[in-house]
């Protein structure tokens, strides 16, 4: 079979083969006909990008023993029926037994083509859904958790693994709904540490409980202390200590933490005994710390020992090319725990996601994605509050989208993408240079290097 066909036709019928093969042909579909089964000259391969279009009397093996053999291969394979008028009942048996639909003779061409196209983009979404599975499952892969192709974010990903094996405290900077909390996450996850990752939102905490939940307490220490307590610090020894919205951290707490972080050994309340604490901090912030202490409203030592390690989240809107690809991410995810169908992404889709600022970042694209999957829109109020993108922009991102998913549909072949959108090849190549659009974006290799063309 040709590797660029997207349609399997098989007819012993001389004229309706010609007359399908030219139907679907007028309506830009790459095409590869037989006379019958045993003509294909190789075994159909799986996961590929196309769908089979049979009739049900051959010559050799007829159309019910192949769909047989090909759902054996591949239950996903979308197999189109071609029946004569006495073969409806069979072929409605076909359909309990895994075809996709089926087109009784004589038949229009327009029929067959809408059959054609709506079992091919569900071929597409289904392998877009085992991509995406095969995507998400290894828990240590920094690719189906820190998702994106743009440079910022290969940049961010080679960042993590540099930074994650090594001792130093950790400072995230980075918008609401940028992801602070994954990183650090991920940066415990590689880091080699044994204990556990313990996160405090130190907005959400009052001050009067601050010091016992962050060190601990002994049994009647204060009223109400009716049992030793295991402090935050202690619980993670080994481990990792996540202390989101750092900004928010009352004063005089900022200076027992900079004690704590200088000298590693902490004192429960009630207690006079020091004891010993090996952990890691990760703190986050969506504030800009020095601009705070020189307004006096956090300590300035705090925020030069937590400004070691220092990693910048870039907000959404200025790596819109991953929009479309958090987006058909967020949505295979909610599709699956939703238990919902994974709903088509189309053109239209790509353009208005591209369109919006996204001021809630990572987590308003998830949101977003939740209600698609619903069936619920996003409300006018919400998108008009953001206010307008410019065109020059939203054109850009969605003319670098489409190039990256061409290349990654002609596994990378800029000759064959070249073909496919319409452009001469040197054009193609002169966008590639201006997106700035990475080998690693289209190539199927998880190790591909991020080199520019």
């Not at 743009?150 to 540099?162: F, G, H, K, M, N």
């Not at 130093?168 to 204990?195: P, Y």
């Not at 109020?381 to 410019?390: K, R």
Request: glycine residues 6%.
């Amino acid at each position: 079979m040709n590797d660029i066909a997207e349609v399997v036709l098989i007819e012993d019928e001389d004229d309706v083969r010609l007359g399908c093969r030219q139907a679907l042909e007028l309506e830009g579909l790459r095409v590869v006909a037989y006379d019958r089964v045993e003509s294909i000259p190789r075994a159909l391969p799986r996961a590929g990008r196309f769908v089979v279009v049979s009739d049900i009397h051959l010559p050799g093996m007829d159309g019910m023993a192949f769909l047989r053999k090909l759902i054996e291969c591949d239950a996903d394979l979308p197999v189109i029926l071609i029946t004569g008028h006495g073969d409806v009942q069979t072929a409605v048996r076909a359909m309990r037994d895994g075809a996709y639909d089926f087109i009784q003779k004589p038949f229009q061409s327009h029929e067959l083509v809408a059959v054609v196209k709506r079992a091919l983009e569900k071929r597409t979404l289904a392998l877009e859904v085992c991509r995406l599975r095969h995507q998400l499952a290894p828990r240590g892969d920094l690719e189906s958790r820190i998702i994106g192709r743009s440079p910022a974010i290969c940049e961010l990903r080679e960042l993590v693994q540099d930074l994650a094996p090594l001792p130093s405290d950790v400072l995230i900077h980075g918008e609401t709904g940028t992801g602070k909390e994954l990183i650090a996450r991920c940066l415990h996850d590689l880091s080699g540490r044994n204990g556990p990752f313990v996160a405090l939102n130190c907005g959400g905490l009052p001050e009067t409980l601050f010091d016992s939940e962050i060190f601990g307490h002994e049994a009647g220490s204060f009223s109400g202390a009716t049992k030793q307590r295991i402090g935050k610090i202690e619980y993670a020894q080994g481990g990792t200590l996540f202390l989101d919205e750092i900004e928010s951290m009352p004063m005089a707490m900022q200076v027992k933490l900079l004690r704590v972080l200088q000298e590693r050994v902490i004192e429960r309340l009630g207690s006079n005994h020091s004891i010993p604490v090996d952990f890691r901090v990760i703190a986050a912030t969506k504030a800009d710390l020095l601009a705070l202490a020189e307004e006096g409203k956090f300590r300035a030592d705090l925020h030069f020992r937590l400004n070691i390690a220092v990693i910048e989240l870039p907000p959404l809107r200025t790596r819109r090319e991953d929009i479309p690809l958090l987006f058909e991410t967020f949505v295979c995810q909610m599709a699956l725990r939703l238990d919902r169908p994974m709903p088509s992404i189309r053109d239209a889709t790509v353009s208005e996601l591209l369109a919006h600022k996204w001021p809630g970042n990572v987590r308003e694209v998830r949101n977003h994605a939740e209600r698609y999957v619903l069936g619920l829109k996003r409300r006018a109020d919400a998108d008009s509050a953001t206010g307008p993108v410019p065109l020059a922009d939203s054109v850009s991102a969605f003319e670098r989208v489409l190039i990256v998913e061409e290349l990654r549909r002609q596994g990378g072949s800029l000759t064959r993408a070249a073909d496919a959108m319409q452009v001469p090849k040197t054009t193609l190549f002169a966008k590639i240079r201006k997106h700035d659009i990475c080998n690693h974006e289209f190539e199927t290799p998880a190790d591909a290097s991020c080199t520019t063309k």
